[in-house]
């Protein structure tokens, strides 16, 4: 069985999101159960998969038998296996946290088909961690965004247009993907990625390589919303369900950066052909998207379009990290990439908390939170210093690689980048810690909903539970950094072992 765990980890999400709209026909209360435990299951084989490659080294499970690069591969190392920890982790934090946010008066087939919506968005994920072959990554990125567009549609309206607007632009990332992955076919006859890396590398000057490169980035840029193609994001971020919104944010985007990161240093190399005028293209990029979204950030009243144009800035210090290179760096982008995924979660999750209880999301509803919702708006103020950077919070430690990264490879305009991108969100967050804590609540809407009125103290607990849970890891992540980057991260770099 141990020998199956890869496999393993994306069918147990696969199996239960194929079967989830006849369990909901038998019982709701059995399907979200169901649902978890799939996602569970997943979690655990990722774990111990991820104990595995830290102690035995790179793990290469085949399809069927059939040798890569004739055969599908599945390439388990600790970048890959910890990529499928932390969306298992928080798949199965959203999966609780959803109950709420289904309206009771659903019927069971579409429950079913919620549930079974998330569960195909999570296996397209785990397998674009997992897989060795570029085109089985196009197709369960295929299966990650058809099943998150239909997923943003349940927000409403206004969702739908997002939607709408996902989906022209995430077909043209998809199509400029394919494409890319097209050509390099052409040029060496494989879609192994460890095949394709060894015979690409004479191929260096090749205008087709070259167009290859350049058409996967683009695509993978827009899939990620890396500034300036980041339109489609805020709307999609505002307008969603509270918990498909914490799954984006906290996971999806991570998934593209991790894509990118496969690509750049461990399918070619840092060095190859246009790669570092490319990343060097994605750096200047990035930086400009970290201050303009930032400012953009500190206009918006309303909390989600807020926290939707932070995670436009926070995606450019992970593209940063790449962009610059060295191991400082690399390390601060996927320190980064895990730190963010759960500070960007716990926000939304608080943020879905709010509108759950007062069915509003602008700033001023925030006043006085800090004594009604004591629990949900400390993980918050948590979530908040850890994104602006503050010890002993995990933001602190990834911004401070990159730091680090910055000064030795003497990038200073990315070192002003990063301090002045905390600055500008330290100002929008402090906005909202200064409505929790010293603005006056307003008087309660006597049309407020009698149902909720009995959780007036806080939250219902599959609410409170996930946004306590996320607050705690922020402060676990940053605690325990330091054995967490020597037994693990260190690992997951190029060249790690």
């Not at 790179?58 to 004739?70: A, D």
Request: proline share 6%.
């Amino acid at each position: 069985m141990k020998d199956q765990l890869p496999a393993l980890i994306i069918l147990a999400p696969l199996i239960v999101a194929s079967l989830a709209p006849l369990i909901a026909l038998l019982s709701a209360r059995l399907l979200r159960m169901t649902a978890v435990g799939a996602i569970l299951a997943s979690f655990l084989c990722s774990v111990f998969a991820l104990i595995r490659t830290l102690s035995e080294g790179r793990w290469s499970y085949w399809f069927g038998g059939w040798e890569p690069p004739w055969g599908i591969e599945y390439v388990v190392d600790p970048l890959s296996a910890g990529m499928a920890v932390l969306i298992t982790f928080i798949g199965m934090v959203v999966a609780v946290y959803v109950g709420p946010f289904i309206k009771p008066d659903a019927s069971r087939l579409r429950k079913g088909i919620i549930h079974s919506l998330y569960l195909l968005m999570i296996t397209g994920l785990l397998g674009m961690a997992l897989t060795g072959d570029f085109f089985n990554l196009f197709v369960f990125l295929e299966i990650a965004s058809l099943s998150a567009y239909a997923l943003v549609v349940l927000g409403g309206p206004r969702a739908t247009v997002s939607a709408f607007y996902y989906v022209l632009v995430g077909s043209v990332g998809a199509f400029l993907y394919l494409l890319g992955v097209g050509y390099l076919y052409a040029m060496t006859g494989t879609l192994n990625m460890a095949d394709l890396g060894e015979r690409i590398q004479p191929l260096a000057d090749s205008p087709a390589v070259i167009t290859a490169i350049v058409m996967i980035t683009l695509g993978i840029a827009l899939k990620m919303a890396l500034f300036p193609m980041h339109g489609w994001l805020p709307g999609v971020y505002t307008y969603a369900p509270p918990p498909i919104t914490a799954f984006f944010s906290g996971v999806v985007g991570k998934v593209y950066a991790y894509v990118l990161l496969r690509f750049f240093f461990f399918t070619f190399g840092f060095d190859y052909g246009p790669i570092p005028d490319i990343l060097n293209m994605l750096g200047i990029a990035a930086a400009v998207g970290i201050i303009v979204a930032s400012v953009m950030a500190i206009g918006r009243n309303d909390f989600r379009s807020m926290l939707a144009y932070s995670s436009v800035a926070q995606i450019g210090y992970v593209v940063l990290g790449l962009a610059i290179g060295n191991s400082p760096a690399l390390l601060g982008a996927v320190l980064h990439m895990l730190n963010h995924a759960f500070m960007k979660c716990c926000l939304f999750f608080a943020a879905g908390g709010v509108k759950w209880k007062t069915g509003e999301h602008s700033l001023p509803m925030y006043a006085g939170l800090g004594k009604t919702m004591p629990l949900s708006m400390g993980a918050l103020t948590i979530s908040a210093l850890s994104m602006i950077g503050l010890p002993p919070t995990a933001g602190f430690f990834s911004k401070w690689y990159l730091l680090q990264g910055a000064v030795a490879a003497n990038m200073w305009p990315y070192v002003v980048v990063i301090v002045i991108g905390s600055l500008l969100s330290a100002v929008y967050f402090f906005r909202v810690i200064e409505q929790i804590y010293l603005k006056k609540r307003r008087a309660e809407d006597p049309g407020e909903d009698p149902v909720k009125k009995k959780y007036r103290w806080e939250l219902p607990a599959a609410i409170l539970i996930p946004i306590v849970i996320m607050g705690i890891g922020i402060l676990i992540l940053g605690i325990f950094n330091e054995s967490i980057v020597t037994h693990v991260l260190q690992y997951a770099l190029p060249g790690g072992r």
